[in-house]
């Protein structure tokens, strides 16, 4: 089955920034909207951000201003640019394709700490 692969989370210290990437084969990207999703630590899987198959982006409240979305359909690639990371952001996140049509990855670790 199918699987995205993100990629770019790390360690950094409040105020900082990460640029995550969400990849995946075929066209699977190309022909639907993907969301990036994070789940921290006994939490629940919450949406961040969504972008549609033409470029819309739509955020979830906690990140607006902070957090922008955008795709490479070229490189059937899906990027969130994250500034002003808080220590709430941290959680790993996870990308798929909306509707939700593709297996979950690993996705990426992202910690804000000090």
């Known amino acids: 089955q199918v699987q995205p692969v993100e990629s770019g989370g790390g360690l950094v210290q409040p105020g900082g920034s990460l640029r995550l990437s969400c990849a995946a084969s075929g066209l699977i990207f190309k022909i639907n909207g993907v969301d990036w999703y994070r789940q921290a630590p006994g939490k629940q899987r919450e949406l961040v951000a969504g972008i549609t198959i033409t470029g819309s982006p739509n955020y979830a409240d906690s990140v607006k201003g902070r957090f922008t979305i955008s795709r490479d359909n070229a490189k059937n690639t899906v990027y969130l640019q994250m500034n002003g990371l808080k220590p709430e952001d941290t959680a790993v996140y996870y990308c798929?394709?909306?509707?939700?049509?593709?297996?979950w990855g690993q996705g990426t670790q992202v910690t804000v700490s000090s």
């Open positions: 798929n394709t909306n509707p939700t049509l593709l297996s």
